[in-house]
């Protein structure tokens, strides 16, 4: 049994390598994509540190025993609270970026989830979702829609912004 509850540890660690460390970083960039704050060379020492603290709460989180929407909630409140704190963004703003960056995870993993359903049929879809290596794997693309979406509104907000910039008032 504790071999088995092992392997489980490693294989959950091992997803979280997989997916934990992308989407802490792409959550990260979110709060900046979703908030319109412009990311510089000088932020990216800040940014490295709030993923890495993300990714870290991320895991010790789904490691208590508590109901699934209590470990998001925890990790809401812990993006908010660093993005005020360490990355220095107004409350109502994190706020903001913290929902929206989990509304795009929603919307990414929905995705995927409806992806796999079609390609592999519910009972496969289900043995994936029991798998924690294969499940990592095959969900990869959950975190690419992710990502594309905080890229997405960075360059839309950037490109927002310019105009705002070069805006003749007569």
């Not at 990714?55 to 993006?79: A, C, E, K, Q």
Request: with cysteine; net charge positive.
């Amino acid at each position: 049994m504790d071999r088995i509850k092992e392997q489980f540890m490693k294989l959950t660690l091992l997803e979280l390598m997989i997916k934990g460390i992308p989407e802490a970083t792409l959550f990260t960039l979110g709060m900046y994509a979703f908030t319109g704050t412009k990311i510089v060379k000088a932020s990216w020492p800040k940014l490295r540190v709030f993923a890495l603290v993300m990714f870290l709460w991320t895991y010790f989180v789904r490691l208590l025993p508590i109901n699934y929407g209590v470990n998001i909630l925890l990790v809401l409140i812990l993006t908010i609270f660093l993005g005020v704190m360490f990355l220095k963004i107004p409350l109502i703003q994190c706020m903001k970026a913290s929902l929206l960056n989990a509304i795009a995870i929603v919307v990414g993993e929905g995705l995927n989830f409806l992806l796999l359903q079609v390609v592999y049929g519910a009972q496969k879809t289900q043995e994936i979702i029991g798998n924690p290596f294969l499940k990592a794997i095959n969900t990869i693309p959950s975190t690419i829609i992710f990502g594309s979406i905080v890229i997405f509104v960075y360059y839309f907000n950037s490109a927002r912004a310019k105009e705002q910039d070069h805006v003749d008032i007569d």
